[in-house]
């Protein structure tokens, strides 16, 4: 008995100093934390890349409005919106609105002179509607005139809803809206629209 007793301490003092296998039953610990840091930092990037692109797209298709030296046609808005989809690329769904706005001092108030939008489902800004993005707008004298271009990305994380949950990456629209004055003209008109 007492030399079995023996060999038994003698084998549990074997294994205790055994060190075959800890690597790997460390990795198994530290896999998920190691699967977290990696998919959560591909969420951030994508997610900053959209922002990224998608402002600068915005800025583009607003600058490219503004230095126009002539009225714009209703082909041209519609070339604007495509070169915004084509610079956001086919997977993010874009919807833009641009407006010519300018101000009437004797009205007090920002007025519309033309708005399209990309898509039904943003409809174009009047005069009444207008206040819904005043924030967004600078002070005016009267008869100043600026191009709003509003554009609205739809954002779905590269990773699904568990990895949104642990990173705290919303999916949603990503919004923007540029304001910039016209570059050689008082204001863009846009032909066959009263311009005010």
Not at 18 to 27: C, F, I, R, Y
Not at 55 to 76: I, N, P, W
């Amino acid at each position: 008995m007492g030399n079995l007793i023996q060999k038994l301490k003698t084998s549990l003092r074997r294994f205790s100093r055994n060190e075959d296998g800890l690597a790997s039953a460390e990795m198994i610990m530290m896999l998920p934390f190691y699967m977290f840091c990696i998919l959560g930092t591909f969420t951030f990037w994508d997610a900053y890349d959209v922002v990224n692109r998608s402002q600068k797209a915005a800025y583009s298709v607003s600058d490219l409005v503004t230095r126009k030296q002539d009225t714009v046609t209703e082909a041209y808005v519609e070339g604007m919106f495509n070169t915004m989809q084509y610079m956001m690329g086919p997977t993010l769904p874009v919807r833009t609105r641009i407006t010519s706005v300018f101000y009437s001092q004797t009205r007090n108030r920002y007025e519309v002179l033309w708005s399209r939008s990309s898509v039904p489902t943003v409809p174009p800004l009047t005069t009444d509607t207008i206040p819904s993005i005043q924030s967004h707008l600078p002070q005016m004298y009267d008869g100043d005139a600026l191009i709003v271009v509003e554009a609205n990305v739809d954002f779905v994380p590269i990773f699904g809803a568990e990895i949104i949950a642990m990173t705290r990456v919303d999916a949603g629209t990503m919004r923007h809206v540029i304001v910039t004055r016209p570059r050689f003209l008082p204001k863009i008109c846009m032909q066959g629209v009263a311009c005010g």
